[in-house]
């Protein structure tokens, strides 16, 4: 039969029938297979991106805290969850720049305000990349009682009380916050114990809670961390390279203050002898 008789009786000839339903369910299946190649490394590149963009935030902020320092011989009190921005002191005792009694000593957030640190939300927060309100930069600042200098790092550094009357030596023989390699193992409140540890002699402690800033994370080793979903609140930090293992899930990004790097920036700035 003929192209033109097939026509006339209504028939298209087989080329120009169309691709069949089979045909067409191959094609999609390739093309989300295709799609889907392509998507994976660009949300990993957008990931990696945030991470990228957060550690600089939390480098920014390290830098501002120290500058603050060196200004002022002590550290901000951390911003409480409804301090704007603002360092947050004690209500009961009654907190102040002379005796450092923080309201927040490890739960609470950089104190952006009154850091005068940008960018910030409508409340006066910074946030790590991921800008969400449950993704705002953490921060903690030891109250350890340092040769018989009560809250040596958030008090006003004068001849009695602050960094200057504890002394550079005694601060860099103390234990002050801990930053340990994983949470199994640590002792609560007192210290890495059989985990691996980082530090044992930072003052201050940055921090973001990552893309899973929603519910802080829920591993071992996230818990430990202080974040909106609980966890305990105390001396003892967690941090280690990502892990998207079920169960061991990590994504927090961490920083903090050596105690060399603080007294090289306070001595220049004549806050220490």
């Known amino acids: 039969m003929t192209a033109y008789s097939s026509f006339r009786d209504g028939r298209l000839p087989r080329a120009a029938a169309g691709f069949t339903l089979v045909e067409i369910a191959i094609g999609i299946a390739l093309i989300t297979l295709l799609l889907g190649s392509l998507l994976v490394p660009l949300q990993t590149q957008v990931e990696s991106r945030k991470i990228s963009d957060t550690e600089k935030i939390l480098e920014n902020a390290r830098e501002a805290l120290i500058g603050y320092a060196a200004a002022n011989g002590r550290f901000p009190c951390p911003a409480s969850s409804s301090s704007n921005g603002l360092e947050s002191f004690s209500t009961s005792p009654v907190g102040t720049t002379a005796n450092g009694i923080c309201s927040n000593f490890f739960d609470g957030f950089l104190p952006a305000a009154t850091l005068g640190f940008t960018p910030i939300d409508s409340s006066g927060y910074a946030l790590d990349s991921w800008g969400f309100s449950t993704n705002r930069i953490r921060y ?18 004068t001849t009695t009380a602050g960094m200057k009357a504890a002394t550079i030596t005694s601060i860099a023989a103390a234990n002050l916050l801990y930053v340990c390699a994983s949470g199994t193992g640590v002792v609560a409140g ?42 305990s609140a105390d001396k003892i930090f967690v941090w280690h390279t990502p892990s998207t293992v079920s169960g061991a899930e990590f994504d927090d990004i961490m920083t903090w203050i050596s105690v060399g790097t603080l007294a090289s920036r306070m001595f220049a700035a004549g806050q220490l002898p």
């Open 190 to 231: 007192t210290s890495c114990g059989t985990a691996v540890k980082l530090t044992d002699n930072t003052p201050v402690v940055i921090w973001s809670v990552g893309a899973n800033g929603a519910t802080g994370g829920t591993s071992t080793d996230e818990v430990q961390n202080p974040n909106p979903n609980g966890g």
């Open 140 to 157: 903690a600042v030891s109250n350890q009682t340092v040769n018989t200098i009560a809250n040596p790092f958030t008090a006003t550094g």
